[in-house]
């Protein structure tokens, strides 16, 4: 029956692993129908990049962060054939697909940040920020929450009554990314042309709807695993996780709906900013906790893509500061909300932990990323050259466009 037990838990945590990893070509596809079309080679490329780099950074360096574990024994001893002092793995490789399932998790942040920085970031100096972020900034902040390391958990616990509670990672991956992503956008400045000199915002429209849709209903499927499968054990799966992520999803598409008067880019944003929300409390919400929670997200970011773009004249390309990063702390401060069992939940969550979590996760990573990009912009410049960002990333990096045969056609 261990065996057995085992077995399955492998498989459950392998196959939400997989959803995660599909996520990716989610943010790529939403990054493509977002970006002019000089720009989506770029963004495939990017993502796809990134995500190879932080599997290395994590498994080198970040994991061993995070939890204490490093991989550098025996094959036997990582899939528990045999023990070893000081190392102890559970049978059946179970350990190695959780490293797989919360690699995807570190990914996501580099992933996040390549949405605001978008058609202006030099390729090579990205790389090096992702290996940092994910080797040793994420890694840090998720070793406080999840990994439970350097008393931080206890303290929470002890001076304010309650730990800080993350289920699925709407501060730990969405507003460390997205605050983290902030830092890098005010380090790269705007785009070449995006306001005229009395400050008034020129329209750069998204190159390709339908690619936006894509990689928003991909992200939300994949979101399904993200949230249900962050469990780790069938044993301890919920359907209610399920449902909440379905409510919250369903909130934000229809109050961002609303909100911008049926703009296709914002309502499929919307579902995500409800996503990004319910992370944190998907596990403890009632429902309709979690529907409020989705819609004060999708109406949040709404509100705040535009603010950045007309009042602020930040040029965040995807809006990921608003979706994740904002979102993403809301959903962190609302779990200690509508987790209360006064309005439905489950309880176990106290609001002034959430408040102070979510805060520290916010400074934390906004001074990460002032600190990391702020660093490369003066050593080895994180930012095309003007020439290049005009002609377009796709041919001043990777020497191709989307539609080369087009392009020939023209010449």
Not at 32 to 41: F, L
Not at 107 to 126: D, K, L, N
Not at 378 to 402: F, M, N, V
Request: glycine residues 14%; charged residues 10%.
């Amino acid at each position: 029956m261990d065996a057995t037990k085992t077995g399955g838990d492998v498989l459950f945590i392998l196959m939400g692993a997989i959803m995660v990893l599909a996520m990716h070509s989610g943010f790529a596809f939403l990054e493509v129908g977002t970006v002019r079309k000089k720009n989506q080679v770029n963004a495939l490329v990017k993502i796809l990049t990134d995500f190879a780099v932080s599997t290395i950074a994590y498994f080198f360096v970040g994991y061993s962060i995070a939890y204490g574990v490093d991989f550098f024994v025996n094959a036997k001893v990582l899939t528990g054939e045999i023990a070893m002092p000081g190392h102890s793995f559970a049978p059946h490789g179970y350990d190695l697909v959780k490293f797989f399932f919360l690699a995807t998790f570190a990914a996501a942040v580099p992933a996040i940040v390549s949405g605001g920085i978008a058609e202006r970031a030099r390729f090579m100096p990205q790389v090096v920020a992702t290996a940092i972020l994910v080797g040793l900034v994420y890694p840090t902040f998720e070793a406080f929450v999840w990994g439970e390391r350097f008393g931080i958990q206890t303290w929470f616990a002890t001076s304010l009554g309650f730990k800080f509670h993350d289920f699925a990672g709407s501060v730990v991956v969405h507003a460390v990314g997205g605050w983290i992503a902030l830092g890098a956008v005010l380090m790269l400045g705007n785009r070449i042309g995006r306001y005229r000199r009395d400050g008034s915002l020129i329209a750069m429209p998204p190159s390709n709807i339908p690619f936006l849709a894509l990689g928003a209903w991909v992200l939300s499927v994949g979101w399904f695993g993200f949230n249900v499968m962050s469990a780790q054990t069938l044993d301890t799966a919920s359907g209610l996780v399920g449902l909440n992520s379905l409510m919250a999803m369903v909130g934000g598409i229809l109050s961002a709906l609303v909100v911008s008067r049926t703009d296709p880019g914002y309502v499929h944003n919307g579902a995500l900013a409800g996503l990004v929300a319910v992370c944190a409390g998907s596990d403890v919400m009632h429902p309709i906790g979690a529907l409020a929670t989705g819609a004060i997200a999708g109406a949040l970011f709404v509100w705040a893509f535009d603010r950045c773009q007309y009042d602020w004249k930040l040029d965040d390309v995807l809006g990921v500061w608003a979706l994740h990063g904002l979102c993403g702390a809301t959903g962190g401060i609302l779990c200690g909300v509508f987790g209360q069992t006064a309005l439905g939940g489950i309880g176990g969550v106290g609001l002034l932990s959430q408040v102070v979590g979510t805060l520290s996760g916010m400074v934390f990573a906004l001074t990460a990323g002032l600190l990391v990009y702020g660093g490369l912009k003066k050593t080895i410049g994180i930012r095309l050259e003007p020439e290049k960002e005009q002609r377009g990333a796709d041919l001043s990096i990777h020497r191709i466009t989307a539609y080369p045969e087009d392009d020939a056609s023209k010449h």
